[in-house]
Protein backbone atom coordinates (compact mmCIF):
# COMPACT_ATOMS: atom_id res chain seq x y z
CA UNK A 1 0.00 0.00 0.00
CA UNK A 2 1.55 3.66 -0.85
CA UNK A 3 2.07 6.41 1.82
CA UNK A 4 -0.95 8.58 1.53
CA UNK A 5 -0.63 11.80 -0.54
CA UNK A 6 -0.65 15.42 1.22
CA UNK A 7 -3.87 17.01 1.28
CA UNK A 8 -4.00 20.02 -1.50
CA UNK A 9 -5.39 23.21 0.11
CA UNK A 10 -8.40 23.08 -1.34
CA UNK A 11 -8.77 19.55 -0.30
CA UNK A 12 -7.96 20.93 3.37
CA UNK A 13 -10.38 24.07 2.70
CA UNK A 14 -13.25 21.54 2.11
CA UNK A 15 -12.67 19.28 4.65
CA UNK A 16 -12.35 22.41 6.75
CA UNK A 17 -15.58 23.36 5.62
CA UNK A 18 -17.52 20.02 5.66
CA UNK A 19 -16.39 19.98 9.57
CA UNK A 20 -18.10 23.34 10.36
CA UNK A 21 -21.04 22.35 8.71
CA UNK A 22 -21.28 19.47 10.70
CA UNK A 23 -20.67 21.23 14.17
CA UNK A 24 -23.48 23.78 12.80
CA UNK A 25 -26.29 20.97 12.12
CA UNK A 26 -25.04 19.56 15.76
CA UNK A 27 -25.68 22.58 16.92
CA UNK A 28 -28.82 23.18 15.46
CA UNK A 29 -30.20 19.99 16.73
CA UNK A 30 -29.20 20.81 20.23
CA UNK A 31 -30.59 23.79 20.43
CA UNK A 32 -34.18 22.19 18.91
CA UNK A 33 -33.85 19.65 21.39
CA UNK A 34 -33.67 22.51 24.13
CA UNK A 35 -36.94 24.12 22.29
CA UNK A 36 -38.48 20.81 22.85
CA UNK A 37 -37.61 20.72 26.20
CA UNK A 38 -38.77 24.16 26.93
CA UNK A 39 -41.83 23.70 25.26
CA UNK A 40 -42.58 20.61 26.79
CA UNK A 41 -41.88 22.54 30.20
CA UNK A 42 -44.58 24.66 29.40
CA UNK A 43 -41.86 27.43 29.75
CA UNK A 44 -41.41 30.23 27.53
CA UNK A 45 -38.01 29.67 26.66
CA UNK A 46 -36.81 28.54 30.40
CA UNK A 47 -36.27 24.79 30.37
CA UNK A 48 -37.17 23.01 33.59
CA UNK A 49 -36.22 19.43 34.03
CA UNK A 50 -35.85 16.76 37.02
CA UNK A 51 -32.70 15.30 37.84
CA UNK A 52 -32.47 12.99 40.55
CA UNK A 53 -29.66 12.64 42.61
CA UNK A 54 -27.67 8.98 42.36
CA UNK A 55 -27.04 9.11 46.19
CA UNK A 56 -30.45 10.38 47.21
CA UNK A 57 -30.95 11.17 51.42
CA UNK A 58 -34.36 9.43 51.19
CA UNK A 59 -35.45 5.83 49.63
CA UNK A 60 -37.49 7.19 46.31
CA UNK A 61 -39.01 3.93 45.71
CA UNK A 62 -42.63 2.62 47.51
CA UNK A 63 -42.49 0.75 50.46
CA UNK A 64 -41.92 -2.87 49.96
CA UNK A 65 -45.52 -4.80 48.86
CA UNK A 66 -46.99 -1.20 47.98
CA UNK A 67 -47.40 0.76 45.00
CA UNK A 68 -47.11 4.49 43.85
CA UNK A 69 -49.94 5.02 41.19
CA UNK A 70 -48.34 7.19 39.01
CA UNK A 71 -50.72 9.93 36.21
CA UNK A 72 -51.48 6.42 33.53
CA UNK A 73 -51.95 4.16 36.64
CA UNK A 74 -54.48 5.98 38.41
CA UNK A 75 -56.42 5.92 35.20
CA UNK A 76 -56.30 2.09 35.16
CA UNK A 77 -57.29 2.12 38.78
CA UNK A 78 -60.27 4.50 38.45
CA UNK A 79 -61.34 2.92 35.38
CA UNK A 80 -61.54 -0.58 37.08
CA UNK A 81 -63.26 0.96 40.26
CA UNK A 82 -65.80 2.74 37.85
CA UNK A 83 -66.62 -0.92 36.87
CA UNK A 84 -66.97 -2.04 40.31
CA UNK A 85 -68.99 1.17 41.32
CA UNK A 86 -71.45 0.47 38.38
CA UNK A 87 -71.72 -3.27 39.41
CA UNK A 88 -72.74 -2.58 42.61
CA UNK A 89 -75.16 0.12 41.97
CA UNK A 90 -77.01 -1.55 39.10
CA UNK A 91 -77.52 -4.51 41.36
CA UNK A 92 -79.07 -1.93 44.04
CA UNK A 93 -76.50 -1.35 46.63
CA UNK A 94 -75.06 1.73 48.57
CA UNK A 95 -71.29 2.81 48.84
CA UNK A 96 -69.76 3.28 51.87
CA UNK A 97 -66.74 3.66 53.60
CA UNK A 98 -64.46 3.34 57.00
CA UNK A 99 -61.37 4.51 58.67
CA UNK A 100 -58.32 2.69 57.40
CA UNK A 101 -56.93 2.20 61.48
CA UNK A 102 -58.92 0.07 63.18
CA UNK A 103 -58.65 -1.63 66.79
CA UNK A 104 -56.77 -4.47 66.76
CA UNK A 105 -60.00 -6.32 68.91
CA UNK A 106 -61.64 -6.45 65.76
CA UNK A 107 -59.31 -9.05 64.32
CA UNK A 108 -58.30 -11.16 67.47
CA UNK A 109 -61.04 -14.20 67.29
CA UNK A 110 -58.77 -16.98 68.26
CA UNK A 111 -59.21 -19.14 65.63
CA UNK A 112 -55.40 -20.00 64.21
CA UNK A 113 -56.13 -17.21 61.26
CA UNK A 114 -53.18 -16.17 59.64
CA UNK A 115 -54.56 -13.04 59.14
CA UNK A 116 -54.13 -12.20 63.37
CA UNK A 117 -49.72 -12.87 62.62
CA UNK A 118 -50.44 -10.41 59.35
CA UNK A 119 -51.71 -7.13 60.72
CA UNK A 120 -49.63 -3.93 60.33
CA UNK A 121 -50.51 -3.11 64.66
CA UNK A 122 -48.93 -0.75 66.83
CA UNK A 123 -50.51 1.12 69.62
CA UNK A 124 -50.85 4.47 69.32
CA UNK A 125 -50.20 7.98 71.28
CA UNK A 126 -53.55 6.69 73.31
CA UNK A 127 -52.28 3.25 74.43
CA UNK A 128 -55.15 1.79 71.94
CA UNK A 129 -53.77 -1.25 70.36
CA UNK A 130 -55.23 -0.44 66.85
CA UNK A 131 -54.36 -1.79 63.15
CA UNK A 132 -54.71 -0.93 59.30
CA UNK A 133 -57.60 -2.90 58.54
CA UNK A 134 -56.31 -5.93 56.93
CA UNK A 135 -60.58 -6.22 55.65
CA UNK A 136 -63.64 -4.53 55.89
CA UNK A 137 -66.22 -7.55 56.80
CA UNK A 138 -65.84 -6.41 60.67
CA UNK A 139 -65.55 -3.09 59.69
CA UNK A 140 -68.78 -3.38 58.52
CA UNK A 141 -70.35 -5.97 60.92
CA UNK A 142 -68.98 -2.65 63.26
CA UNK A 143 -70.98 -0.18 61.91
CA UNK A 144 -74.07 -1.96 61.31
CA UNK A 145 -74.29 -2.68 65.27
CA UNK A 146 -72.99 0.92 65.65
CA UNK A 147 -76.71 1.97 64.22
CA UNK A 148 -78.31 -0.79 65.95
CA UNK A 149 -82.42 -1.40 65.31
CA UNK A 150 -82.54 2.07 63.54
CA UNK A 151 -81.15 0.18 60.68
CA UNK A 152 -83.50 -1.47 58.18
CA UNK A 153 -82.78 -5.04 56.69
CA UNK A 154 -81.95 -6.60 54.64
CA UNK A 155 -79.26 -3.78 53.90
CA UNK A 156 -77.07 -3.83 50.72
CA UNK A 157 -73.53 -2.13 50.49
CA UNK A 158 -70.66 -2.18 48.69
CA UNK A 159 -66.93 -0.57 49.32
CA UNK A 160 -63.81 -0.50 47.67
CA UNK A 161 -61.24 0.02 50.71
CA UNK A 162 -57.88 -0.33 51.40
CA UNK A 163 -56.20 -3.17 53.16
CA UNK A 164 -52.96 -4.07 54.49
CA UNK A 165 -51.36 -7.58 55.28
CA UNK A 166 -47.78 -7.81 55.69
CA UNK A 167 -47.18 -11.50 53.71
CA UNK A 168 -44.60 -12.76 51.07
CA UNK A 169 -45.84 -10.40 47.88
CA UNK A 170 -46.06 -12.41 44.56
CA UNK A 171 -47.48 -12.13 41.37
CA UNK A 172 -51.27 -10.29 41.91
CA UNK A 173 -50.84 -10.18 45.69
CA UNK A 174 -49.15 -6.59 47.32
CA UNK A 175 -49.05 -6.23 50.96
CA UNK A 176 -51.47 -3.26 50.07
CA UNK A 177 -54.89 -3.87 48.23
CA UNK A 178 -58.03 -2.49 47.32
CA UNK A 179 -60.57 -4.83 47.37
CA UNK A 180 -64.40 -4.56 46.27
CA UNK A 181 -66.71 -5.74 48.74
CA UNK A 182 -70.35 -6.58 48.41
CA UNK A 183 -72.23 -7.26 51.23
CA UNK A 184 -76.34 -8.28 52.24
CA UNK A 185 -77.35 -8.10 55.83
CA UNK A 186 -80.57 -9.45 57.30
CA UNK A 187 -80.98 -12.04 54.41
CA UNK A 188 -81.19 -15.51 55.78
CA UNK A 189 -82.12 -17.01 52.47
CA UNK A 190 -79.27 -18.68 49.64
CA UNK A 191 -81.02 -15.72 47.33
CA UNK A 192 -78.79 -13.44 48.49
CA UNK A 193 -75.79 -15.40 47.65
CA UNK A 194 -77.16 -15.60 44.31
CA UNK A 195 -77.43 -12.08 44.36
CA UNK A 196 -73.96 -12.12 45.25
CA UNK A 197 -72.39 -14.27 42.91
CA UNK A 198 -74.31 -12.60 39.80
CA UNK A 199 -72.77 -8.99 40.38
CA UNK A 200 -69.43 -11.04 40.48
CA UNK A 201 -70.16 -12.46 37.11
CA UNK A 202 -71.74 -9.17 35.86
CA UNK A 203 -68.45 -7.53 36.46
CA UNK A 204 -66.68 -10.55 34.62
CA UNK A 205 -68.77 -10.42 31.72
CA UNK A 206 -68.39 -5.97 31.19
CA UNK A 207 -64.58 -6.65 31.53
CA UNK A 208 -64.95 -9.23 28.47
CA UNK A 209 -64.34 -12.01 30.55
CA UNK A 210 -66.12 -15.36 30.09
CA UNK A 211 -67.22 -18.39 31.87
CA UNK A 212 -64.09 -20.30 29.24
CA UNK A 213 -61.71 -17.93 31.23
CA UNK A 214 -63.14 -17.93 35.19
CA UNK A 215 -65.43 -19.93 37.48
CA UNK A 216 -66.58 -19.79 40.49
CA UNK A 217 -65.96 -22.94 42.98
CA UNK A 218 -68.98 -23.31 45.59
CA UNK A 219 -69.35 -25.20 48.66
CA UNK A 220 -70.87 -25.26 52.41
CA UNK A 221 -69.37 -24.93 55.70
CA UNK A 222 -72.28 -26.66 57.05
CA UNK A 223 -71.71 -29.39 54.86
CA UNK A 224 -68.58 -29.88 55.77
CA UNK A 225 -68.89 -29.43 59.19
CA UNK A 226 -71.45 -32.75 58.80
CA UNK A 227 -68.38 -34.08 57.06
CA UNK A 228 -66.28 -33.63 59.59
CA UNK A 229 -68.59 -34.75 62.30
CA UNK A 230 -68.87 -37.95 60.66
CA UNK A 231 -65.06 -38.19 60.64
CA UNK A 232 -65.42 -37.72 64.09
CA UNK A 233 -63.69 -33.96 64.21
CA UNK A 234 -65.27 -32.45 67.61
CA UNK A 235 -66.93 -28.91 66.84
CA UNK A 236 -64.92 -27.15 69.25
CA UNK A 237 -61.92 -27.26 66.50
CA UNK A 238 -63.73 -26.64 63.58
CA UNK A 239 -63.28 -23.42 62.60
CA UNK A 240 -59.72 -23.75 63.04
CA UNK A 241 -59.59 -27.43 60.92
CA UNK A 242 -61.31 -25.05 58.30
CA UNK A 243 -58.38 -22.47 58.52
CA UNK A 244 -55.74 -25.69 57.90
CA UNK A 245 -57.81 -26.94 55.44
CA UNK A 246 -58.20 -23.32 53.36
CA UNK A 247 -54.13 -24.34 52.96
CA UNK A 248 -54.27 -27.14 50.54
CA UNK A 249 -53.64 -25.17 47.54
CA UNK A 250 -50.54 -23.53 49.00
CA UNK A 251 -48.90 -26.76 50.48
CA UNK A 252 -50.67 -29.70 49.61
CA UNK A 253 -51.99 -32.57 50.82
CA UNK A 254 -49.37 -34.30 53.49
CA UNK A 255 -48.87 -30.83 54.69
CA UNK A 256 -52.48 -30.47 55.62
CA UNK A 257 -52.68 -33.48 57.19
CA UNK A 258 -49.41 -33.43 59.24
CA UNK A 259 -50.86 -29.82 60.75
CA UNK A 260 -53.78 -31.27 61.59
CA UNK A 261 -52.38 -33.96 63.38
CA UNK A 262 -49.53 -32.41 65.17
CA UNK A 263 -51.96 -28.74 65.52
CA UNK A 264 -55.46 -30.38 66.07
CA UNK A 265 -54.33 -33.47 67.85
CA UNK A 266 -56.64 -35.67 65.28
CA UNK A 267 -55.45 -39.12 64.80
CA UNK A 268 -54.03 -39.55 61.40
CA UNK A 269 -56.59 -41.56 59.84
CA UNK A 270 -59.55 -38.78 60.78
CA UNK A 271 -57.18 -36.59 59.17
CA UNK A 272 -56.67 -38.30 55.62
CA UNK A 273 -60.23 -39.16 56.12
CA UNK A 274 -60.87 -35.24 56.13
CA UNK A 275 -59.12 -34.19 53.32
CA UNK A 276 -60.43 -36.98 51.16
CA UNK A 277 -63.56 -35.19 51.45
CA UNK A 278 -62.46 -32.34 49.65
CA UNK A 279 -61.75 -33.92 46.57
CA UNK A 280 -65.59 -34.15 45.75
CA UNK A 281 -66.67 -32.43 42.64
CA UNK A 282 -70.53 -32.75 42.57
CA UNK A 283 -72.51 -32.61 45.51
CA UNK A 284 -73.70 -36.22 44.66
CA UNK A 285 -70.35 -37.20 45.60
CA UNK A 286 -70.15 -35.75 48.44
CA UNK A 287 -73.69 -37.20 49.92
CA UNK A 288 -72.05 -40.58 48.93
CA UNK A 289 -68.89 -40.22 50.81
CA UNK A 290 -70.89 -39.55 53.46
CA UNK A 291 -72.79 -42.28 53.75
CA UNK A 292 -69.72 -44.60 53.46
CA UNK A 293 -68.41 -43.05 55.90
CA UNK A 294 -71.50 -43.13 58.26
CA UNK A 295 -71.61 -47.45 57.30
CA UNK A 296 -68.09 -47.75 57.89
CA UNK A 297 -68.41 -45.86 61.41
CA UNK A 298 -71.43 -47.78 62.51
CA UNK A 299 -70.70 -51.01 60.95
CA UNK A 300 -68.82 -52.43 64.72
CA UNK A 301 -71.18 -51.13 66.69
CA UNK A 302 -73.19 -54.56 67.32
CA UNK A 303 -77.07 -52.87 66.73
CA UNK A 304 -76.44 -50.39 69.01
CA UNK A 305 -76.92 -47.19 66.31
CA UNK A 306 -76.62 -44.20 69.17
CA UNK A 307 -73.54 -43.36 66.97
CA UNK A 308 -74.76 -43.35 63.47
CA UNK A 309 -77.57 -41.21 64.55
CA UNK A 310 -75.56 -38.59 65.61
CA UNK A 311 -73.89 -38.48 62.18
CA UNK A 312 -75.48 -37.54 59.20
CA UNK A 313 -75.45 -35.42 56.53
CA UNK A 314 -76.92 -32.17 56.62
CA UNK A 315 -79.76 -32.35 54.40
CA UNK A 316 -81.28 -29.22 54.49
CA UNK A 317 -77.52 -27.46 53.70
CA UNK A 318 -77.58 -30.19 50.52
CA UNK A 319 -80.75 -28.79 49.63
CA UNK A 320 -79.76 -25.44 49.63
CA UNK A 321 -76.67 -25.70 47.20
CA UNK A 322 -78.48 -27.63 45.04
CA UNK A 323 -80.97 -24.57 45.03
CA UNK A 324 -78.31 -22.14 44.35
CA UNK A 325 -77.25 -23.80 41.31
CA UNK A 326 -80.91 -24.27 40.26
CA UNK A 327 -81.12 -20.51 40.83
CA UNK A 328 -78.22 -19.76 39.08
CA UNK A 329 -79.12 -21.31 36.01
CA UNK A 330 -82.45 -19.30 36.02
CA UNK A 331 -80.59 -16.33 36.68
CA UNK A 332 -78.14 -16.86 33.58
CA UNK A 333 -74.88 -17.42 35.11
CA UNK A 334 -74.99 -21.26 35.93
CA UNK A 335 -72.21 -22.09 33.80
CA UNK A 336 -70.24 -19.74 35.59
CA UNK A 337 -70.35 -22.39 38.84
CA UNK A 338 -69.14 -25.22 39.71
CA UNK A 339 -69.10 -27.70 43.33
CA UNK A 340 -66.47 -28.32 44.91
CA UNK A 341 -65.87 -29.55 48.10
CA UNK A 342 -61.92 -28.34 48.70
CA UNK A 343 -63.08 -24.65 48.52
CA UNK A 344 -63.50 -24.06 52.78
CA UNK A 345 -62.36 -20.11 52.68
CA UNK A 346 -59.58 -19.57 55.35
CA UNK A 347 -61.45 -16.96 57.58
CA UNK A 348 -63.22 -19.01 61.00
CA UNK A 349 -66.32 -16.48 60.90
CA UNK A 350 -67.86 -18.22 57.51
CA UNK A 351 -70.93 -20.38 58.29
CA UNK A 352 -72.94 -21.48 55.15
CA UNK A 353 -72.03 -20.84 51.99
CA UNK A 354 -68.35 -20.47 50.43
CA UNK A 355 -67.10 -19.60 47.07
CA UNK A 356 -64.06 -18.30 45.17
CA UNK A 357 -63.39 -17.40 41.78
CA UNK A 358 -60.75 -18.58 40.08
CA UNK A 359 -58.68 -18.54 36.77
CA UNK A 360 -59.38 -22.13 34.57
CA UNK A 361 -55.70 -21.42 33.28
CA UNK A 362 -54.35 -21.89 36.29
CA UNK A 363 -51.92 -18.70 36.25
CA UNK A 364 -53.26 -17.02 39.15
CA UNK A 365 -54.16 -17.36 43.01
CA UNK A 366 -57.98 -16.89 43.54
CA UNK A 367 -59.37 -14.15 41.94
CA UNK A 368 -62.32 -13.11 44.63
CA UNK A 369 -63.98 -15.00 47.39
CA UNK A 370 -66.48 -14.92 49.87
CA UNK A 371 -69.64 -16.71 51.67
CA UNK A 372 -72.39 -16.48 54.69
CA UNK A 373 -71.10 -15.20 58.12
CA UNK A 374 -74.58 -14.99 59.96
CA UNK A 375 -72.58 -15.32 63.54
CA UNK A 376 -70.06 -12.52 62.99
CA UNK A 377 -72.51 -9.52 64.48
CA UNK A 378 -73.24 -11.94 67.58
CA UNK A 379 -68.96 -11.98 68.06
CA UNK A 380 -69.21 -8.44 68.13
CA UNK A 381 -72.38 -8.16 70.62
CA UNK A 382 -75.57 -8.67 68.84
CA UNK A 383 -77.93 -10.16 70.78
CA UNK A 384 -80.07 -11.81 68.41
CA UNK A 385 -78.08 -13.79 65.19
CA UNK A 386 -78.24 -11.53 61.96
CA UNK A 387 -77.91 -13.39 58.68
CA UNK A 388 -75.03 -11.80 56.52
CA UNK A 389 -72.93 -12.72 53.73
CA UNK A 390 -70.36 -11.02 51.01
CA UNK A 391 -67.67 -11.20 49.16
CA UNK A 392 -64.44 -8.97 48.68
CA UNK A 393 -62.63 -8.81 45.60
CA UNK A 394 -58.51 -7.92 45.07
CA UNK A 395 -57.69 -5.41 42.60
CA UNK A 396 -54.01 -6.99 41.78
CA UNK A 397 -55.12 -10.45 40.97
CA UNK A 398 -57.74 -8.80 38.17
CA UNK A 399 -55.62 -6.74 36.58
CA UNK A 400 -53.18 -9.18 35.77
CA UNK A 401 -55.85 -11.25 34.90
CA UNK A 402 -56.64 -8.83 32.17
CA UNK A 403 -53.55 -8.43 31.10
CA UNK A 404 -53.35 -12.46 30.85
CA UNK A 405 -56.28 -12.10 28.43
CA UNK A 406 -55.12 -9.04 26.81
CA UNK A 407 -58.33 -7.12 27.83
CA UNK A 408 -56.50 -3.79 30.12
CA UNK A 409 -57.73 -1.12 28.06
CA UNK A 410 -55.10 1.85 27.57
CA UNK A 411 -56.94 4.80 29.21
CA UNK A 412 -55.77 7.66 27.57
CA UNK A 413 -55.50 11.18 29.23
CA UNK A 414 -58.88 13.63 28.22
CA UNK A 415 -58.24 17.19 27.57
CA UNK A 416 -60.75 18.73 25.75
CA UNK A 417 -59.61 22.15 25.33
CA UNK A 418 -56.27 23.83 25.50
CA UNK A 419 -56.38 27.25 26.21
CA UNK A 420 -53.40 29.07 24.75
CA UNK A 421 -52.62 32.93 25.06
CA UNK A 422 -50.96 34.98 22.54
CA UNK A 423 -48.83 36.45 24.71
CA UNK A 424 -48.41 37.44 29.00
CA UNK A 425 -50.75 40.55 28.42
CA UNK A 426 -53.87 38.36 27.10
CA UNK A 427 -52.78 35.54 29.86
CA UNK A 428 -55.71 37.01 32.18
CA UNK A 429 -58.43 36.76 29.42
CA UNK A 430 -57.32 33.54 28.70
CA UNK A 431 -57.53 32.28 32.04
CA UNK A 432 -61.31 33.97 32.09
CA UNK A 433 -62.13 32.20 28.96
CA UNK A 434 -60.97 28.57 30.83
CA UNK A 435 -63.05 29.55 33.35
CA UNK A 436 -66.22 29.88 30.81
CA UNK A 437 -65.20 26.43 28.74
CA UNK A 438 -65.30 24.64 32.68
CA UNK A 439 -68.93 26.13 32.73
CA UNK A 440 -72.41 23.61 32.54
CA UNK A 441 -74.91 26.22 32.55
CA UNK A 442 -75.06 29.85 30.92
CA UNK A 443 -73.19 32.29 32.77
CA UNK A 444 -75.76 34.16 35.10
CA UNK A 445 -75.93 38.04 34.89
CA UNK A 446 -73.14 38.35 32.48
CA UNK A 447 -70.40 37.03 35.48
CA UNK A 448 -68.22 35.99 33.05
CA UNK A 449 -67.75 32.44 34.61
CA UNK A 450 -64.16 31.65 36.75
CA UNK A 451 -64.13 29.02 39.27
CA UNK A 452 -67.44 30.79 41.20
CA UNK A 453 -70.56 31.03 40.74
CA UNK A 454 -73.69 29.04 40.66
CA UNK A 455 -73.40 27.88 37.17
CA UNK A 456 -70.23 25.67 38.03
CA UNK A 457 -72.52 23.36 40.07
CA UNK A 458 -73.69 20.10 39.46
CA UNK A 459 -76.35 19.11 41.50
CA UNK A 460 -79.60 18.27 40.83
CA UNK A 461 -81.17 20.86 43.00
CA UNK A 462 -81.32 18.55 46.06
CA UNK A 463 -77.39 18.64 47.22
CA UNK A 464 -77.41 15.30 45.34
CA UNK A 465 -74.14 14.63 42.85
CA UNK A 466 -75.84 12.50 39.86
CA UNK A 467 -72.44 11.43 38.81
CA UNK A 468 -73.84 10.06 35.19
CA UNK A 469 -75.17 12.84 34.22
CA UNK A 470 -71.59 14.67 35.55
CA UNK A 471 -69.32 12.50 33.83
CA UNK A 472 -71.63 13.23 30.73
CA UNK A 473 -71.17 17.37 30.97
CA UNK A 474 -67.72 17.53 32.25
CA UNK A 475 -65.55 19.12 30.31
CA UNK A 476 -61.66 19.04 30.74
CA UNK A 477 -59.86 22.34 30.24
CA UNK A 478 -56.32 22.49 30.31
CA UNK A 479 -54.64 26.40 30.54
CA UNK A 480 -51.10 26.50 28.68
CA UNK A 481 -49.44 28.53 31.81
CA UNK A 482 -46.63 30.20 30.19
CA UNK A 483 -47.28 31.67 26.28
CA UNK A 484 -45.03 30.32 23.66
CA UNK A 485 -42.59 32.50 21.80
CA UNK A 486 -43.82 30.52 18.45
CA UNK A 487 -47.30 28.82 17.74
CA UNK A 488 -45.43 25.46 16.93
CA UNK A 489 -44.73 25.52 20.45
CA UNK A 490 -48.31 26.05 21.48
CA UNK A 491 -49.31 23.44 19.22
CA UNK A 492 -46.71 20.86 20.50
CA UNK A 493 -47.85 21.54 24.19
CA UNK A 494 -51.40 20.68 23.08
CA UNK A 495 -50.53 17.75 21.58
CA UNK A 496 -48.40 16.17 24.17
CA UNK A 497 -50.72 16.71 26.79
CA UNK A 498 -53.42 14.76 24.04
CA UNK A 499 -55.70 18.10 23.80
CA UNK A 500 -58.66 17.75 21.08
CA UNK A 501 -58.67 21.20 20.47
CA UNK A 502 -56.81 24.46 20.86
CA UNK A 503 -58.34 28.00 22.19
CA UNK A 504 -56.29 31.22 21.10
CA UNK A 505 -56.80 33.95 22.99
CA UNK A 506 -55.64 36.59 21.12
CA UNK A 507 -55.99 40.11 20.95
CA UNK A 508 -57.93 40.49 17.16
CA UNK A 509 -60.62 37.83 18.07
CA UNK A 510 -61.33 39.30 21.62
CA UNK A 511 -61.71 43.06 20.87
CA UNK A 512 -64.51 41.38 18.02
CA UNK A 513 -66.05 39.20 22.05
CA UNK A 514 -64.69 35.89 20.36
CA UNK A 515 -61.42 33.29 20.97
CA UNK A 516 -60.88 31.24 17.99
CA UNK A 517 -60.59 27.41 18.58
CA UNK A 518 -59.27 25.03 16.42
CA UNK A 519 -59.84 20.83 16.17
CA UNK A 520 -56.03 19.25 16.19
CA UNK A 521 -57.81 16.20 14.62
CA UNK A 522 -59.81 18.38 11.81
CA UNK A 523 -57.47 16.71 9.40
CA UNK A 524 -59.86 13.49 9.82
CA UNK A 525 -62.62 15.19 8.37
CA UNK A 526 -61.52 18.50 6.73
CA UNK A 527 -59.01 19.74 4.03
CA UNK A 528 -59.71 23.55 4.07
CA UNK A 529 -58.82 26.05 7.55
CA UNK A 530 -61.93 27.54 7.59
CA UNK A 531 -63.30 24.05 8.38
CA UNK A 532 -60.71 23.02 10.94
CA UNK A 533 -61.35 26.30 13.14
CA UNK A 534 -64.03 27.95 14.61
CA UNK A 535 -64.87 31.80 15.89
CA UNK A 536 -67.12 31.48 19.36
CA UNK A 537 -68.60 34.17 21.19
CA UNK A 538 -66.98 35.02 24.65
CA UNK A 539 -70.77 34.10 26.28
CA UNK A 540 -71.50 31.09 24.46
CA UNK A 541 -67.69 29.44 25.64
CA UNK A 542 -69.93 27.06 28.20
CA UNK A 543 -71.50 25.45 25.05
CA UNK A 544 -68.26 25.24 23.24
CA UNK A 545 -67.80 21.90 23.17
CA UNK A 546 -71.05 21.21 21.44
CA UNK A 547 -70.64 24.08 18.93
CA UNK A 548 -67.32 22.11 17.55
CA UNK A 549 -69.15 18.83 17.34
CA UNK A 550 -71.88 20.77 15.10
CA UNK A 551 -68.91 21.90 13.50
CA UNK A 552 -67.98 18.63 12.46
CA UNK A 553 -70.69 17.45 11.83
CA UNK A 554 -71.59 20.39 9.41
CA UNK A 555 -68.41 19.71 7.31
CA UNK A 556 -68.81 15.84 7.46
CA UNK A 557 -72.52 16.21 5.87
CA UNK A 558 -71.22 18.45 3.08
CA UNK A 559 -68.30 16.55 2.18
CA UNK A 560 -70.24 12.81 2.50
CA UNK A 561 -68.32 11.72 5.68
CA UNK A 562 -70.53 10.29 8.28
CA UNK A 563 -71.25 12.23 11.09
CA UNK A 564 -70.54 11.72 14.84
Known amino acids: MSEEEPKTEKQLIRQAEKERKKKEKLEKELKKKREGLASSSGGGGSVVTVHASQTPPVHLDAVSGTRDFFPEEFRLQTWLFEKFRKCGLRAGFEEYDAPVLERQELYKRKAGEEITQQMYSFVDKDGVEVTLRP?????LARMVLSRGASMILP?????????????????GRKREHYQWNMDIIGCKEIT???ELLSAA??????????SADVGIKVNSRKVMQSMLTINDVPDEIFAPTCVILDKLDKIGAEAVVKELTETLGLPRETAENVVKTLSCK??????????EAIEVSSGGDDGDNTNSNTKAVDDSSIRELKELFKLAEEYGFGDWLQFDASVVRGLAYYTGVVFE???KAGELRAIAGGGRYDKLLSLYGATTPVPACGFGFGDCVIVELLKEKNLLPNVQKRVDFCVCAYNKDMQGKAMKAAGLLRQTSPPSNGSGGGGGGSSSNDDDGDGNINSADENKRLVVVDVLLEPKKKVAQTFDYANRIGARYVVFVAPSEWENGCVRIKDLRAEEYAEDDADKQVDVKIEDLWNA?????ENENRVRARRGFASL
Request: glycine residues 2%.
Open 155 to 171: LKWFSIPQCWRFEATQR
Open 357 to 359: AFD
Open 282 to 291: TVEELEEMAR
Open 201 to 210: VEFFKSCGIT
Open 192 to 194: AEV
Open 135 to 139: EMTPT
Open 545 to 549: LEQMR
